[in-house]
């Protein structure tokens, strides 16, 4: 039997998240929630994650600068950026930070499970 695969959250709304979720443990991911980047750097020293979806906009440590570490530290880590913000220059920030996927909120979790299938398998 293959290992499940962990998906780490971070978000400093997690209510938002809750369908998100659902649907990726309908797929088989066990899944974590981190409140904020700070909380998602811990949580990965806890318990790594076989990927990350972060928010951009959060307290402590946004989602940007908690990109930047997590590469730092596991450069082969699958990153996706879910956020709101829609502007060009998120999207460059996004790149600069090593962030894997830029998907926009609300998102619809097929396009999330697809691009978690293209880099997982």
Known sequence: MKPQRHILLV???PKGLEFLEFRLQQAGYRTS???NGELGLEAMQRDPADAVILDVTMPELNGFQACRELKKLYK?????????????????????????EYV??????AVILQKLTTYLG
């Open 11 to 13: 978000d400093d709304h």
């Open 33 to 35: 929630i981190a409140q």
């Open 76 to 100: 082969d880590l699958p990153v996706i950026i879910l956020t709101a913000k829609n502007e060009p220059a998120d999207r460059f920030w996004a790149t600069q930070c090593g962030a894997d």
């Open 104 to 109: 926009t909120k609300p998102a619809d979790p």
